[in-house]
């Protein structure tokens, strides 16, 4: 590897060190009790405490992908997530609830509320997508060097940018290019072409991060 390559790599690595940090951190999940019988949950609240049955809170770091009992993928079965989500519909409903005391009909609002805005993200792709962003769970993938290369002088030309319409013009230009992978990451993931969408994917967590550089530097420059 030349020179020239060796220092995009390294530029790349360090533009997605941040997001690694936040990985880590969200994936430690605490002991949990229940609120009524006091029961301890190991890992994280189930929806109901399986000792006397009430129903339980959601924690604040719960994943919609958790949620579902699914792991953290991209290509997931959507009946699958179909079955699941009507499962959990069925038993969170607060109807149900009607007759129980406050704070479980308010668990059961919650609960039911969680599952439609989970169920939504995840069966569509595009969102879908963009959640995983969102989670950081895009797991980088090898890298084409021109690319890497194109990416790091976006950066610097991004860094180096003084005036907010020359910011603002960048990140439309982004926001497009986000747009045309995030149609792209469907249509691939559809179609089973899944090395294909993984790639895609993983431009869009580097055009991600520089529509974050855009912004940053838009507040850099109001101040
Ligand atoms: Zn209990």
Redesign the pocket.
């Known amino acids: 590897m030349n020179t020239y390559l060796q220092q995009a790599s390294h530029g790349l690595r360090r533009l997605l060190s941040s997001s690694h940090r936040l990985q880590a951190s969200c994936s430690s999940r605490l002991a949990s009790q229940?609120w009524?019988?006091?029961?301890t949950f190991p890992k994280g609240f189930p929806i109901h405490?399986n000792?006397?049955?009430?129903i339980q809170p959601i924690r604040a770091d719960q994943d919609y992908f958790g949620y579902f009992g699914m792991d953290q993928n991209f290509e997931l079965n959507p009946d699958d997530l179909k079955k699941k989500f009507w499962k959990i519909q069925s038993v969170v409903h607060p109807d149900k609830y009607g007759m129980n005391e406050e704070k479980e009909q308010k668990y059961a609002e919650l609960h039911s509320s969680f599952a439609n805005q989970a169920y939504k993200t995840l069966q569509n792709p595009r969102s879908r997508a963009l959640y995983m962003l969102e989670l950081s769970k895009v797991e980088p993938s090898e890298t084409d060097p021109a690319f890497a290369m194109e990416i790091l002088e976006l950066s610097e030309e991004i860094e180096e940018m003084t005036k907010a319409e020359d910011l603002n013009a960048k990140k439309h230009e982004i926001e497009a290019s986000i747009n045309e992978l995030l149609d792209s990451v469907a249509a691939n993931f559809d179609k089973g072409a899944n090395e294909e969408a993984r790639e895609s994917l993983n431009r869009l967590r580097y055009y991600d991060r520089m529509k974050k550089l855009v912004v940053r530097r838009l507040d850099e420059i109001s101040q």
């Not at 009524?36 to 029961?39: F, H, P, S, V």
């Open positions: 229940c009524k019988c006091r029961k405490c000792d006397c049955n009430v």
